[in-house]
């Protein structure tokens, strides 16, 4: 996710964005265990146990199959589809969703069109500040598209979570945000985790070979250099969305509308002569729409969704999502299970969950709760 990308995404970044835009931002900096968030979640009604546990079920699916689905679809024998029109095509469906959502919100065609002309046309400014997330936003899409090419799902999931790294260096340098001690341990433990994962030997993660030629080398820069701008985006979106009052929809078609249209360029110079020879649509099919669908609304979904659970059910999920990514890739794709995989990966987890609980003024107890000072 999730996620969405986006599936936090094949979470795409837009999908933590999505998150910050729903919650205040209180309640936003608390989840994301940058500030003391023992006060916010007491003004907070408790939801039920059982909503709790649906939403970490919901999270882990949707943050598992986007990368499953896009890693058959980018693997698969035959026709393949061009990666960068899945991405203008994603970026066009959540237009459309948000479109309609505010269209419901507002009760009318007229005041529907009238929102539109005060919030866009009659705010240029605002939409040149979108612009820039949105431009990394499909270059990061594109990249996600490399990356699960050329790693298998399993890799690919615990070489993801890189971007909790780089989305807490960019708060504490553009936000001036907080960060607990033992975030930074868990932040160093997530980096030995990945390193160990990625220093395997390549020819051990796989029984056969894959069906198309694959880079790992490739894949997991692609990897690093998303999530570099999965943090920058995400953060700067944070900073310029203070002191303005549009609704997440209302930037989901800010930012999927030059989406769609920076999609477009990047379609036109990377496979413009492929899609004028096959077609745009050449080498779709039920899965590639399928995968379309998850990035589109999957992130919308997850939004809704979070609100619901709190931060260490998160990252259970994430440490869900890397277990089921795991166990399909060993059933699907002849993924071969390492000591060296297991013990990186259980890094990566821990520092997921260690991350998540022990934010700015929490400190671990003897009697194992966690302690708000």
């Known amino acids: ?186 932040l160093v433990i997530l980096f030995i985790g990945v390193s160990v994962v990625q220093l395997q030997p390549t020819e051990s993660k796989q029984k056969a070979p894959p069906a198309v030629e694959q880079n790992p080398m490739l894949g997991f820069i692609c990897v690093v250099i998303s999530c570099c701008m999965s943090g920058f985006a995400g953060v700067y979106f944070e900073k310029i969305l203070k002191g303005t009052k549009g609704s997440v929809w ?31 649509f050449h080498g779709y099919h039920s899965i590639v729409w399928f995968v379309i669908f998850l990035q589109s609304f999957g992130g919308l979904c997850v939004a809704v969704v979070v609100k619901y659970a709190d931060n260490i059910l998160k990252g259970f999920a994430t440490s869900a999502a890397i277990i089921l990514s795991c166990i399909a890739s060993i059933y699907f794709f002849d993924f071969t299970l390492t000591l060296q995989f297991s013990l990186g990966a259980s890094l990566v987890m821990y520092s997921v969950y260690m991350y998540s609980k022990y934010p700015v003024g929490a400190s671990p107890s003897t009697d194992g709760k966690v302690n708000i000072r």
């Open 1 to 186: 996710m999730s996620q969405t990308c986006q599936t936090e995404t094949l979470l795409s970044t837009s999908e933590t964005t999505q998150i910050n835009m729903i919650s205040n931002e209180k309640t936003r900096d608390a989840e994301l265990g940058l500030v003391d968030d023992a006060k916010v979640i007491a003004k907070q009604p408790e939801p039920s146990p059982m909503l709790k546990y649906v939403s970490l079920v919901l999270l882990a699916l949707q943050n598992t199959l986007l990368i499953l689905t896009m890693r058959y679809v980018r693997t698969q024998k035959g026709d393949m589809f061009m990666s960068t029109t899945a991405v203008v095509m994603s970026e066009a469906f959540k237009v459309l969703s948000s479109l309609g959502i505010i269209l419901y919100q507002e009760g009318s065609f007229p005041k529907f069109v009238q929102h539109l002309v005060d919030n866009i046309i009659k705010q240029p400014m605002d939409c040149v500040k979108v612009s820039i997330p949105s431009i990394i936003y499909v270059l990061q899409n594109n990249l996600l598209y490399v990356a699960v090419s050329n790693l298998d799902a399993a890799t690919y999931q615990v070489s993801y979570q890189l971007k909790i790294l780089t989305t807490a260096v960019f708060s504490v340098f553009m936000l001036n945000k907080q960060i607990s001690k033992l975030q930074w341990t868990s």
């Open 250 to 280: 209302l930037r989901n078609v800010q930012l999927g509308g030059l989406g769609v249209v920076i999609g477009l360029i990047t379609m036109e110079i990377n496979d413009g002569t492929k899609v004028t020879e096959k077609g745009f």
